[in-house]
């Protein structure tokens, strides 16, 4: 399994390298990399996962927390370079809801075709609800509403809105790592007994050296891929949005998108919603914020103010979600209802990409 | 009560036969048509009961979810037919608000009056929390909001959340009456219970004759109904939003009004919920999906975009009845809330009709 | 205690009076009067709740149910005199978002330090979580969205809204008071433990004596505040919304605040609840209306529509504490997530007040 993913991540890179610098087509140059970015990010994850155990649950937990959704990051900064702001509120967009509906939905489905009824932490799915209502429901609306009576301030706004959101997400990692770390011991337990069963891959230095050189590569293949999504966006018709929303987002996410819905077969629903709704925090809360200062400190600052298609998908599924989870149990149609909502929005996205 | 139920029908039909056909008064047709249908429709609903409770559980349950609201189809088809798209929104709306908070309020309301606290099955309300979300929440909000921003594509819009809707729908059902049966058993016993005091009415063969009479006559009433929709528009300086709001929707779902809150009183709530909240979702995820894939055969497609104050009425009414429901538990003050709901939302439709 | 804060009223009222008839500057005697309003407020509550005690439960109840927020009337009442119709609504918003978030926050932040996971009643929760989503997400969303499709007959949508808010607000009372008082008792047991201990000050006439004079010296100090509100907002370039959101919405409830954090601290979260989430309801669904319906007798009248921007908090606010709440239980990251909420809309009034 590793060793096909490293050699399917090779012949990609390899593959890039050559359509890139062999000028064969923009477009060909655009999935080629998307794809090459998919094992890479899966190794990345692996290497962060690894080092994590080794670092202990608390240090671990922290690592996961601020590296789980690295590739996000980096195509985000790669797409601030190229003034691509629309792309980076799209790929923020894209994330929340397909990693709150598609993923969350999907584990559901498959986990409920297999066990009639699921159970999960009630504690730990009500603190990461009221995290979502937080993190998407005001942090993101608030920017967006209020600038459209007001055009001054908008950074002082945006600014506030992620300096407030970055310290919750921290103290949210405090709560969980250390003063209720008892709430959320069995994922340390789960994390534990995935240890024993083989699944951590990595020794120390070389998860450290995975991480570094995937990282790189990671960074070249962002590089051409954000690179062409202008000439894309012009040869298919697709908007910005809809590339952001979607493909973006699919790439960044699909080897959590794995085992999140594997975790749920194994009726490990605590792991599965961890990954799911961790991951939308994560990139509500923490990539966000850092992708805002990083466009302040490269001087040319973009504002958390989304279009209104985009902020009322987060809304609406993120309260779909809730109600999904404060009842502690997931069954075959909770999964269903999720994609379905899923499917909606993408339909949605879909018919603005010709607008 | 039957005998007499029927004598009234019988009267109706002759004096609105009477009223058109002697050209008395447009007015006069649209109310005494209206009327008809009211006795109508509880023979229509008593018709199908009986015929379900005949065919079994399983087949029962898809009949009574997918006929139980055969007058509000047949009276959007007529709509459809004359243009009147607005009308057709507007009862769609009417019957979620009226279901949701007036019907569920009053039943809420009157049982707690007899009993301090009531109880129903939780992980039903949780389910139907869950498909109210989807069908109302996500499915009207995303073509309404999405085709503000782009007006190319929006049939590919109602087209796709159509279809999402009604295969979550199907789904459910599925949902219910197999995979999950035994959740939603106490419904099956309650309705065996019914049966056995005789409330079940027909035979098998009668039912279906009469099922079929009744669904004639509707259909006959409903002609008359909305063909004078216009000119009482006019006349009495009420919007066609208001009519398909308030009028439409009180004709249609009568009948089922009555069982709703009788049941509440006898302390079955389930039953009560299962009329009220399912009937909701019938309308939102069966006959609006329905009602769209119609209009599309009929070569004249009507889109599934509401205007703002529908759509705001029909979000916060779920939201609320979510918050209600969620706990298991009703009381007469929760009953008040919702009914104070409906009253406020009238009003607003209301001040909407003269504008 | 209540000697220190009886001299500092003395004092502020003195000052406030010097600086006024002194002519010394318009922003001083904004801001003294304000300061001033703070003790008198906690004195006119202290008042009530011993009157509340010598009454009996239910009376009691009814009392501070009323007079509880007598402050935010009174500044009312002189800002429609001004006709300052943005200020009052502003104040109404502040009021809430403050209650809601800032005091629920700081107390289940604060209570959260001492005691790991605190605990509250789960009916009485749920039952404040639906008024909730009633007396704002319902009755104050209506007009507003209503009103921007349609201009006439703004009046009479106010008037039905303000109309079903303050009976259900009375129902509820009804409904605590009597039908369902058991659910409500520990909040009595609390009460009548609290004045065991000596919390409950002043005799039935030396109360009611108190209660005059300190609303007749409220009156004075709001008259003078109000009447400065546009020169301050002139001079320090501030705009009536954020003066309404912050400034008037801190004096009002200043007392409140410290006695809902006390008993958080003293881990009796039912007391600190009925405080936070009872201001609101008062406000929203008592308040609110008497103020509409002052204006129509005052010839005046106002309408029950926000702004955007306050709309929008209102009912996010809303909508975050009931997910915190409908778990029955609080903890620090809980207290933390509110106060975060708090300060990323104060951020936004605070970017709006240079537009």
């Known amino acids: ?3 096909l993913m490293s050699i399917f991540a090779a012949v990609m ?8 610098f062999g000028h064969v087509s923009q477009t060909l140059e655009f999935f080629v990399s998307a794809v090459a970015i998919i094992p890479l990010a899966a190794m990345m994850g692996q290497a962060t996962e690894s080092i994590a155990a080794h670092a202990g649950p608390r240090l671990g937990g922290l690592l996961s927390a601020t590296f789980g959704n690295a590739v996000e990051l980096i195509i985000g900064i790669f797409s601030l370079q190229q003034g691509l702001y629309s792309l980076v509120k799209a790929s923020i967009t894209g994330s929340i809801i397909g990693n709150l509906l598609f993923v969350l939905g999907l584990s559901f489905f498959i986990g409920g075709i297999r066990h009639p009824i699921q159970y999960f932490n009630l504690r730990v799915a009500r603190s990461n609800a009221s995290m979502l209502m937080l993190g998407v429901g005001i942090a993101f609306v608030v920017p967006t509403i209020f600038s459209m009576t007001s055009q001054s301030n908008r950074y002082t706004l945006s600014f506030g809105v992620a300096a407030v959101s970055l310290v ?15 709430v959320f011991a069995y994922i340390e337990d789960a994390s ?18 995975l991480l570094l050189v995937a990282t790189v590569l990671v960074s070249v293949e962002s590089d051409w891929l954000v690179g062409n999504v202008k000439s894309i966006a012009q040869g298919l018709g697709w908007s910005e949005v809809f590339i952001g929303v979607v493909v973006v987002a699919v790439i960044g996410n699909a080897a959590e998108h794995a085992s999140a819905v594997w975790m749920a077969w194994k009726n490990r629903m605590d792991l599965s919603l961890e990954i799911a ?6 990139v509500a809360m923490f990539i966000a914020p850092v992708l805002f200062f990083t466009s302040l400190v490269m001087g040319n600052p973009f504002q958390l103010v989304f279009s209104w298609p985009e902020l009322v998908s987060m809304v609406a599924a993120v309260l779909l979600v809730v109600v ?13 209802m999720a994609v379905g909502a899923y499917l909606v929005l993408a339909v949605g996205f879909y018919t603005l990409q010709s607008a």
């Open 168 to 182: 919750i997400y921290i103290l949210g990692l405090f709560f969980s790592l250390f003063t209720h770390r008892e």
């Open 1 to 3: 399994m590793n060793r």
């Open 13 to 20: 890179i390899v593959l890039s390298a050559v359509v890139r």
């Open 324 to 336: 999904l989870m404060l009842d502690g149990e997931s069954n075959w149609l909770e999964g269903a």
């Open 277 to 282: 709704v961790g991951s939308t925090l994560q």
């Open 192 to 209: 534990a007994e995935a240890e024993e069963h083989g699944e951590v891959k990595y020794r120390l230095w070389p998860a450290i050296l």
